[in-house]
């Protein structure tokens, strides 16, 4: 079974525009995950969404953003990019979601560069 | 306080030796996850417990619930063992909240 796909790997950007990210799940794994890691924050959960509905969302504004498709499919937006952006994004799916002991596969995460 | 906090942050070892991490969290949680992650930032699932040990390989990961308390243990480590490895526990809400990891250097 091919694993969690993410595109693009690498990103520049500068301050202002926007970006969006892909992540392909798991054949069969309705669950997609966004978590942003950066040096000073670490890892931190952006949202979840499963069956195309955002389960759960972290604490992070409006210009962070995503959706998923009814192939699971899922893509992340963030708008007006400032510096602090600047992280790896990481995507991660599981079969169901919301249920607690589902094991998360990840993905190899797009690193965004903002200028 | 954060709400999951680990030990050490930094650990160096010699090939061959015994090495335990530690994960200490303060919130109710329906399960804990320990994850790798090496260099380029790939990040794998170790295991996933909700209660007592689970063992794969030399990897041992044990959670006392009570306690609120989880230890990794790498039994004769080796350098490809090198890695930063992160604690994560899954509470109210369904969402992961992930310790600041640590990382390991196992020397030759």
């Known amino acids: 079974k091919a694993g969690v796909t993410q595109t693009p790997r690498y990103l520049i950007k500068t301050r202002g525009q926007q970006v969006t990210l892909s992540c392909s799940p798991i054949?069969?794994?309705?669950?997609v995950s966004w978590y942003q890691q950066t040096p000073g924050q670490g890892l931190q959960f952006l949202f979840e969404?499963?069956?195309?509905?955002?389960?759960n969302k972290g604490n992070f504004p409006g210009r962070f953003s995503g959706r998923q498709f009814s192939n699971s499919r899922s893509e992340m937006n963030v708008s007006t990019l400032e510096l602090g952006d600047s992280a790896l994004y990481l995507c991660?799916?599981?079969?169901?979601?919301?249920?607690?002991?589902?094991?998360?596969?990840f993905g190899p995460g797009t690193r965004l560069t903002v200028l | 306080k954060n709400e999951v906090e680990q030990s050490p942050q930094n650990l160096t070892a010699q090939e061959g030796e015994f090495i335990t991490i530690n994960c200490s969290y303060s919130?109710?949680?329906?399960?804990l996850h320990w994850l790798q992650q090496h260099p380029g930032g790939g990040i794998v699932s170790l295991f996933m417990?909700?209660?007592g040990k689970k063992k794969h390989g030399r990897l041992i990961a044990t959670i006392n619930i009570q306690e609120k308390h989880s230890s990794l243990h790498i039994t004769a480590s080796h350098p490809r063992d090198s890695a930063v490895y992160i604690c994560?526990?899954?509470?109210?809400?369904?969402?992961?909240?992930f310790g600041g990891g640590t990382r390991v250097l196992v020397k030759p």
């Open positions: 991660a799916s599981s079969l169901e979601g919301g249920v607690s002991y589902n094991e998360q596969f």
């Open positions: 054949s069969g794994h309705r669950s």
């Open positions: 969404y499963f069956s195309e509905t955002q389960r």
């Open positions: 919130v109710g949680i329906s399960a």
């Open positions: 417990l909700s209660s």
């Open positions: 994560a526990v899954r509470a109210a809400g369904n969402k992961l909240t």
